[in-house]
């Protein structure tokens, strides 16, 4: 059974900077993407950031653009979200997600496994 185990989140104050780490328990596929996606209260999941095997190739929301580096670990089985900057709109439970091939996806209904979410929050 695969699972991904997401950790780093917590109460940090606007401006601040938080880094997420998710690992998966097991070797998933020969090569997949992985991409983090948050969801605030009353809102729905939206997509923030991925990244496809080698590393070489990342997407970003246009409201973390700039402020959020998606990274790979050496094991290739971890994924890291480094934050900056942060701001109270980027409160929200941080999902970590698998998909079965490389191809970099902003879409949720892409990524085959999912992790249970660690929490974010922003004071102002």
């Known amino acids: 059974q695969v699972q991904l185990v997401e950790s780093g989140g917590g109460l940090v104050q606007a401006g601040g900077s938080l880094r997420l780490s998710c690992a998966a328990s097991?070797?998933?596929?020969?090569?997949?993407?992985l991409a983090w996606f948050r969801r605030a209260p009353e809102k729905e999941r939206e997509f923030v950031a991925a990244i496809d095997w080698s590393g070489g190739n990342t997407a970003y929301a246009d409201s973390v653009k700039g402020r959020f580096t998606i990274s790979r670990g050496n094991a290739k089985n971890t994924v890291f979200l480094q934050m900056n900057t942060l701001k109270p709109e980027d409160t929200a439970v941080y999902y970590c997600?698998?998909?079965?091939?490389?191809?970099?996806?902003?879409?949720?209904?892409?990524?085959?496994?999912w992790g249970q979410g660690t929490q974010v929050t922003v004071s102002s």
């Open positions: 097991a070797r998933i596929f020969s090569s997949y993407a």
């Open positions: 997600a698998a998909k079965y091939d490389d191809d970099v996806s902003r879409l949720d209904r892409s990524y085959n496994y």
